[in-house]
């Protein structure tokens, strides 16, 4: 288990962190938005204080409410959806396949 | 020529029985759009064509004898995140406008094969995040009731048209409270069931442990009827409940004689007196119908809101990564994928749902994840084994569905946090997965709708809809 760094959350959040973000988002986010983007963060993320001040050592993580199992199912062929109609609601699509810009290459 | 009822009950009886046909149920209801919809702006479209041919292929079932199910030209409105096969499925937002699925969503298939008449999409906050529908790239529905105010939301275009009679049945998700928050701030019934007893599949996600499909509908008769239609097992969701789902119906008329209603004594405050005084009046009316008033505790119902908004914009920030201009939507192009996928996100997304992803992103990420979102998970926990336990005490319980009545139009567009407020009662069932419902109680602030929220524990929604039905003859018999 590793140890929860409580003063993590007693940071007020910044520019740089909510700048970084955003790119891990692949949000390209204005320096106005990054402004506004920091402070409305800051201010939800201080509520957090009250969660934070719990001890939930003993507490097992909940990541969703019903007890799932493995579903295994019949390996039995069945109708799937249509390609051209799913390649008919891509932006581009060439010869069976989406088509995007470069991968990499044209940086800036 | 018989009289149209107004119940989708009434109106599938009467379909099925050859009184009244579908065709004039479908015209009924396209008048009343006519008429009204300009000022609500409950549909982001409306499929008149379809909901006609819908309309005559019942019809002609009928005239052949042929029975065309339980939802017999009842026309529905559906709210514009779930799947319709070849018809425009937007969420609300640019990333998605014009997008056309090429499947149906389950609960769309069982609705069409019970004889329901799909009459158009309705209108949500952007990707169902918000509480007012304000949030809404092509524009606020406005409330039936006060037309300067929010329907509520996120749900909040089929909430207004249930309420204005655009059509009997409304369908909507429930992510935090935007089934539930909507048909208070509405005066309607709104309905979300126990996690997995109704089908995500070809509900465009949000928060995937959270959300959950169901009815408004002006009669707690007609949610049930409409809830035995979509609900029930489907094995295009892994996280669909194999049992079947309780049959509702026939549990309405048997009163609550012996039930234990609980009254949450560590609630948290917040909610105006007007919707207080409605909560005293509902415990009122089932102790006067023999129901027995009991105090219990729910310590960690007052952290749900925290723990939501880490929770839900992390499940949001992953489900909204595909939006990425490849497979579907909007495309900007730009010279590598890469800035494609930045610039196509940064026009297509409103202010809303990037902060949720920059929220969600933020919690997940390395650094800060054991700190937000692992934290948030326990707390998750926490709420669910309170339930639990009130639930050995109680069968169901009683709380406000809203702290407020409808609130105008712009009152809290410029502060996420006084938005987020509005789902204080709501939340905390969505992230224990238990059943809930918000059933009109009376008028508060203004001669506005007041809700009342009935919560039951996992797979109680028997009991819950006994509970519903017994604060519904309350009020009718409340009002001469």
């Excluded at chain 2, 998605?96 to 069982?110: I, K």
């Excluded at chain 2, 029930?232 to 996280?239: A, F, I, V």
């Excluded at chain 2, 707390?379 to 005490?393: C, G, M, N």
């Excluded at chain 2, 809700?451 to 009718?476: K, N, Y």
Aim: hydrophobic share 40%; net charge negative; proline share 6%.
């Amino acid at each position: 288990m590793t140890q929860l760094a409580s003063d993590d959350v007693s940071e007020r959040i910044s520019a740089d962190v909510v700048a970084k973000v955003s790119r891990l988002a692949r949000l390209d986010l204005t320096p106005e938005e990054i402004e506004i983007t920091t402070t409305q963060l800051s201010d939800v993320l201080e509520h957090f204080a009250d969660v934070d001040a719990l001890d939930l050592s003993d507490v097992s993580p909940m990541t969703q409410p019903y007890p799932l199992v493995n579903v295994m199912r019949d390996d039995v062929e069945a109708p799937v959806l249509d390609r051209d109609a799913v390649l008919a609601a891509a932006p581009q699509a060439e010869d069976g396949r989406f088509r995007v810009p470069p991968i990499v290459g044209l940086e800036g | 020529m018989g009289i149209i009822p107004t119940t989708a009950a009434g109106i599938a009886d009467a379909v099925r029985d050859g009184s009244v046909t579908a065709s004039d149920v479908v015209e009924r209801h396209l008048a009343a759009i006519e008429a009204r919809e300009h000022e609500i702006h409950a549909f982001n479209l409306v499929g008149a064509d379809a909901a006609r041919t819908a309309a005559a292929a019942i019809d002609a079932a009928v005239a052949a004898g042929d029975d065309p199910g339980p939802l017999a030209g009842v026309p529905v409105a559906l709210k514009d995140n779930m799947c319709t096969r070849g018809v425009e499925t937007t969420c609300s937002s640019k990333i998605l406008a014009g997008w056309r699925p090429p499947y149906d969503a389950t609960v769309v298939e069982r609705l069409t094969a019970a004889g329901a008449v799909v009459i158009g999409k309705t209108n949500l906050d952007e990707f169902a995040m918000g509480s007012s529908t304000e949030n809404s790239a092509f524009g606020p529905t406005r409330n039936p009731h006060d037309i300067s105010r929010v329907p509520g939301g996120s749900s909040g275009g089929s909430a207004a048209a249930v309420a204005a009679g655009f059509a009997p049945l409304g369908f909507g998700s429930d992510t935090g409270g935007s089934i539930r928050q909507p048909a208070a701030l509405c005066g309607v019934v709104g309905v979300k069931t126990t996690y997995g007893a109704v089908s995500r599949y070809g509900l465009v996600a949000f928060a995937s442990s959270l959300d959950q499909i169901g009815p408004f509908s002006t009669t707690v008769d007609d949610a049930a009827l409409a809830l035995e239609v979509i609900a029930g097992h489907d094995p295009m969701d892994s996280t669909s409940i194999p049992e079947p789902f309780p049959r509702l119906r026939e549990v309405l008329d048997r009163g609550v004689e012996g039930l234990r209603v609980g009254r949450i004594t560590d609630l948290p405050t917040g909610a105006d007196p007007d919707v207080i005084e409605r909560l005293e009046a509902a415990f009122d009316a089932l102790g006067a119908a023999g129901a027995k008033i009991v105090d219990v505790e729910v310590p960690a119902f007052t952290y749900g809101l925290t723990a939501y908004y880490l929770i839900a914009p992390a499940e949001a920030s992953s489900n909204l990564a595909r939006y990425d201009g490849v497979r579907y939507g909007l495309r900007v192009d730009a010279p590598d994928t890469n800035a494609m996928y930045m610039a196509t996100r940064h026009e297509g997304f409103g202010a809303e749902v990037k902060r949720r992803i920059m929220l969600g992103t933020y919690a997940l990420s390395a650094g800060y994840y054991d700190a937000y979102y692992g934290k948030a998970l326990r707390v998750r926990r926490l709420i669910s084994d309170d339930f639990a336990r009130a639930y050995e005490h109680a069968d169901v319980l009683l709380t406000p569905t809203s702290p407020t009545v409808a609130f105008p139009i712009g009152a809290k567009t410029d502060n996420p946090l006084a938005m987020y407020l509005c789902d204080t009662y709501t939340i905390p069932s969505n992230l224990s997965g238990h059943p809930g419902m918000s059933v009109p109680f009376g008028t508060g602030a203004d001669d506005l709708p007041v809700g009342v929220q009935v919560l039951a524990s996992t797979c109680g929604e028997a009991t819950m809809f006994q509970v519903a039905a017994e604060l519904e003859r309350a009020m009718e018999s409340a009002t001469p």
